[in-house]
């Protein structure tokens, strides 16, 4: 059983303004929503010489585009770019649904490799210059793997069992502006990069196996925002705010009601690589220039692997000889924050 999205989204707005007051401007916003759901609902009943699978599955890769021009003695311009995307991801065997034997792996997957980006352009020339650019990225919806109170291998052991969530998630921003103004030029560039939500693997019934039995949790998660502002004139100033944030919950759970009895190794794990980035440089030049930045990288999310539930047997993978049980959290994180805002 499968159930599969592949989204995709581009927006693109332009602008381009001359004249003695030049005014451009260029938005796009766009709200994306997305649920995919597998499910093996209470009640059924499922036998099979194979394998059993139950998979959700989203695909997305979305962009948007702002770029603004305006020339003139006095030039305003503008350019903002939003995209929320919130894409969830759900396979799952309901409690009260049994499968009483597989001879195959029983497996539930969710799996999302989403990617939501922005880019906003504007240039401004002239006596005077006025621009402000914003570029928002924000990838939410969980990634859910779940097995309720569900007896497998109930009549004689099933071969296997596999819950798996893997979330491939990134989010990239870039914002550009560039004032040229002879006698005063004024810029401001803001670029925010957010991750969120869960991804969430779960066995909470029982199953008695001939194999091997995996629950796991896996998560790639890459939230970057960068920003140029340039600014020229007797008098100069620019401020740029870019931030870069990833709170996304990574966990691998076997609950207190579960019970695994496995002829082969069981591996709980919960494996997470999430990078968080940001890049500021903001340059302003003439008599009198003036150049502020703030530039915030964090990432707090959590990785956890737990066992509450029972253990009542399992046998050695012939590629891990030498673990029975695994409960493996593992997590490498990394943020920076980079800042260059020269004034002269």
Same mark, same amino acid.
């Given at each position: 059983?499968?159930?599969?999205?592949?989204?995709?989204?581009?927006?693109?707005?332009?602008?381009?303004?001359?004249?003695?007051?030049?005014?451009?401007?260029?938005?796009?916003?766009?709200?994306?929503?997305?649920?995919?759901?597998?499910?093996?609902?209470?009640?059924?009943?499922?036998?099979?010489?194979?394998?059993?699978?139950?998979?959700?599955?989203?695909?997305?890769?979305?962009?948007?585009?702002?770029?603004?021009?305006?020339?003139?003695?006095?030039?305003?311009?503008?350019?903002?770019?939003?995209?929320?995307?919130?894409?969830?991801?759900?396979?799952?065997?309901?409690?009260?649904?049994?499968?009483?034997?597989?001879?195959?792996?029983?497996?539930?997957?969710?799996?999302?490799?989403?990617?939501?980006?922005?880019?906003?352009?504007?240039? &401004?020339?002239?006596? #005077?210059? $006025?621009?402000? !650019?914003?570029?928002? /990225? =924000? +990838?939410? %919806?969980? @990634?859910? *793997?779940?097995?309720?109170?569900?007896?497998?291998?109930?009549?004689?052991?099933?071969?296997?069992?596999?819950?798996?969530?893997?979330?491939?998630?990134?989010?990239?921003?870039?914002?550009?502006?560039?004032? &040229?103004?002879?006698? #005063?030029? $004024?810029?401001? !560039?803001?670029?925010? /990069? =957010? +991750?969120? %939500?869960? @991804?969430? *693997?779960?066995?909470?019934?029982?199953?008695?196996?001939?194999?091997?039995?995996?629950?796991?949790?896996?998560?790639?998660?890459?939230?970057?925002?960068?920003?140029?502002?340039?600014?020229?004139?007797?008098?100069?100033?620019?401020?740029?705010? $870019?931030?870069?944030?990833?709170?996304?919950? =990574?966990?691998?759970?076997? @609950?207190? *009601?579960?019970?695994?009895?496995?002829?082969?190794?069981?591996?709980?794990?919960?494996?997470?690589?999430?990078?968080?980035?940001?890049?500021?440089?903001?340059?302003?030049?003439?008599?009198?220039?003036?150049?502020?930045?703030?530039?915030?990288?964090?990432?707090?999310?959590?990785?956890?692997?737990?066992?509450?539930?029972?253990?009542?047997?399992?046998?050695?993978?012939?590629?891990?000889?030498?673990?029975?049980?695994?409960?493996?959290?593992?997590?490498?994180?990394?943020?920076?924050?980079?800042?260059?805002?020269?004034?002269?």
């Amino acid at each position: 059983m499968t159930a599969e999205e592949q989204n995709s989204y581009f927006g693109v707005a332009g602008s381009a303004a001359g004249g003695v007051v030049g005014i451009g401007g260029s938005v796009v916003i766009a709200t994306l929503r997305s649920n995919v759901t597998a499910t093996v609902s209470s009640g059924v009943s499922i036998t099979a010489g194979g394998n059993v699978t139950v998979r959700a599955r989203t695909t997305e890769d979305s962009f948007g585009i702002a770029v603004a021009g305006a020339a003139g003695a006095v030039t305003i311009s503008g350019q903002i770019v939003i995209i929320d995307s919130d894409a969830a991801q759900t396979a799952q065997i309901v409690s009260g649904a049994v499968i009483p034997h597989a001879g195959g792996t029983v497996g539930v997957d969710a799996f999302a490799d989403r990617e939501v980006g922005t880019l906003a352009l504007g240039i &401004g020339l002239g006596a #005077a210059a $006025v621009g402000v !650019a914003i570029g928002i /990225s =924000t +990838i939410t %919806g969980d @990634t859910r *793997a779940l097995i309720g109170n569900v007896t497998i291998g109930g009549a004689s052991p099933s071969g296997g069992l596999r819950v798996s969530a893997d979330a491939r998630l990134r989010a990239p921003v870039q914002v550009y502006s560039v004032q &040229g103004g002879i006698l #005063a030029s $004024v810029l401001g !560039a803001g670029a925010t /990069s =957010t +991750i969120s %939500g869960r @991804t969430e *693997a779960e066995f909470a019934g029982t199953a008695i196996l001939s194999g091997a039995a995996a629950i796991e949790a896996r998560g790639r998660y890459t939230s970057d925002s960068r920003t140029i502002g340039i600014g020229t004139g007797l008098v100069s100033a620019g401020a740029n705010v $870019v931030s870069a944030d990833i709170s996304r919950i =990574t966990t691998a759970l076997v @609950t207190g *009601a579960a019970t695994l009895t496995a002829g082969g190794a069981i591996s709980v794990a919960a494996d997470t690589r999430a990078a968080a980035s940001t890049n500021v440089i903001n340059a302003s030049g003439g008599f009198a220039a003036f150049s502020a930045a703030s530039s915030i990288a964090e990432v707090s999310g959590r990785t956890t692997a737990i066992v509450l539930g029972r253990i009542l047997g399992s046998g050695r993978s012939p590629s891990r000889p030498s673990r029975r049980t695994g409960r493996m959290p593992r997590r490498r994180s990394s943020a920076s924050a980079d800042s260059c805002r020269p004034a002269v």
